[in-house]
């Protein structure tokens, strides 16, 4: 499919293209489709979707993969601690982000990443592995990191005695 555009500059100076509706529809693209571009040798430009990676979460959604939760995580179990690094962390990891990755493989690998950078030079990181577990096991029973209060937790898991 070849279409020929005009290219277009705002009050900014910034320069921009009109994708028209037609087109938009054909490609299955809307306003928030991320595109890529590419400039060839002979001068044309090749638009595609760009592919987000998708990670499945526990309740079976998807949603595109955010590095800055991976991270913050991460981030969460260092805090505080002395001897340990995030980024050591992180590459330890050695995580290859694919698409339709589980959430649950992502958490276990920063376990065993952290667990294997447990030495005598660095014993800190089983605070960070424990830390990673028990996110780990709050995210399964609560489906959140946070727990559920008290009265939220009664008032789903009791119900009426069938004597009432």
């Known amino acids: 499919m070849k279409n020929s555009l005009v290219v277009k500059e705002d009050e900014q100076g910034e320069l921009y293209i009109e994708l028209p509706d037609e087109l938009m529809e054909e490609m299955g693209w809307d306003e928030n489709t991320e595109l890529v571009w590419t400039v060839y040798d002979d001068g044309k430009i090749g638009l595609r979707k760009e592919r987000m990676i998708q990670v499945t979460k526990r309740d079976g959604t998807r949603e595109p993969l ?37 959430s649950t493989d992502i958490q276990e690998t920063l376990i065993k990443a952290a667990a294997e950078l447990i030495t005598e030079e660095a014993p800190n990181y089983q605070y960070v592995a424990g830390r990673l577990i028990n996110y780990n096991l709050r995210k399964e029973v609560y489906g959140q990191y946070e727990p559920i209060s008290l009265i939220t937790h009664c008032l789903l898991y009791t119900s009426p005695s069938p004597r009432d």
């Open 66 to 102: 955010d590095i800055n939760k991976f991270h913050k995580v991460a981030l969460h179990a260092c805090e505080g601690l002395s001897g340990v690094s995030v980024s050591d962390l992180e590459i330890k990891t050695h995580i290859q982000f694919y698409d339709k990755i589980k």
